[in-house]
């Protein structure tokens, strides 16, 4: 279970990662964030936000037009 959840549904690139970008900011290091978000491209931006920051992609998944990723702060 994550520590945080971002509704980012009905958002489109860039704003799903910009909101991730400030959610993760107020967890500490090595708690999670889990975001639910609508627009296909947030797959790969949120493999390349995760790669480019540091932080890990612990897990990303598709449920009907609903995609949900699960971020762990590490830095």
């Known amino acids: 279970?994550?520590?945080?959840?971002?509704?980012a549904?009905?958002?489109n690139c860039p704003l799903p990662i910009l909101r991730a970008k400030k959610?993760?900011?107020?967890?500490e290091q090595g708690q999670?964030?889990?975001?639910?978000?609508?627009?296909?491209?947030?797959?790969?931006?949120f493999e390349a936000f995760c790669r480019?920051?540091?932080n890990e992609l612990v897990e990303?998944?598709?449920?009907g037009d609903v995609y949900s990723f699960l971020i762990?702060?590490?830095?």
């Open 1 to 7: 279970m994550a520590d945080e959840t971002l509704d």
């Open 72 to 75: 762990k702060r590490t830095s």
């Open 60 to 63: 990303s998944n598709q449920d």
């Open 32 to 45: 999670t964030l889990e975001i639910l978000a609508t627009d296909p491209g947030a797959v790969k931006d």
């Open 9 to 11: 549904k009905g958002l």
């Open 52 to 54: 480019t920051t540091g």
């Open 23 to 27: 959610a993760l900011n107020k967890l």
